[in-house]
């Protein structure tokens, strides 16, 4: 299934919305969220759940699988990597590398070193390049 590329201003206009960021940032933290627990957490209907996940779909930020009567929706990380590689083209200034790829990890996903000597402190590391 070939997909078709995401347009930045539409990810930006879904993005825009205050439940619907936060509907990202719950999914950023799992790998699928099932439509149940948006339910539990969100303070809106399960008809306003429904147009907001329509609206994160169309803009390509997540996708939508059906099993039985329950709806599950996975975030679409890399189009939020490509969001952010072009983003990075209008401002680039020093970038964040873990494995040889720009990215953007927590500095519990960092790589611990020791800063000097007789400092036996693990600290993340993290290497900046432009």
């Not at 996975?74 to 209008?90: H, K």
Request: with cysteine; aromatic share 6%.
């Amino acid at each position: 299934m070939t997909r078709e590329p995401v347009a930045a201003t539409e990810v930006f206009k879904a993005l825009g919305d205050p439940i619907r960021w936060n509907i990202v940032q719950q999914m950023a933290q799992q790998e699928e969220l099932a439509c149940s627990v948006l339910e539990d957490t969100l303070p809106v209907s399960k008809p306003t759940i429904s147009y907001h996940t329509k609206i994160l779909t169309q803009a390509g930020l997540i996708e939508v699988r059906k099993r039985g009567r329950n709806y599950f929706y996975s975030l679409r990380r890399e189009v939020l990597r490509s969001l952010m590689d072009e983003m990075w083209l209008l401002a680039p200034g020093p970038r964040l590398v873990v494995d040889g790829t720009a990215t953007g990890p927590s500095s519990a996903d960092r790589p611990a070193l020791k800063a000097a000597v007789g400092d036996d402190t693990a600290r993340p590391a993290a290497l900046l390049t432009w």
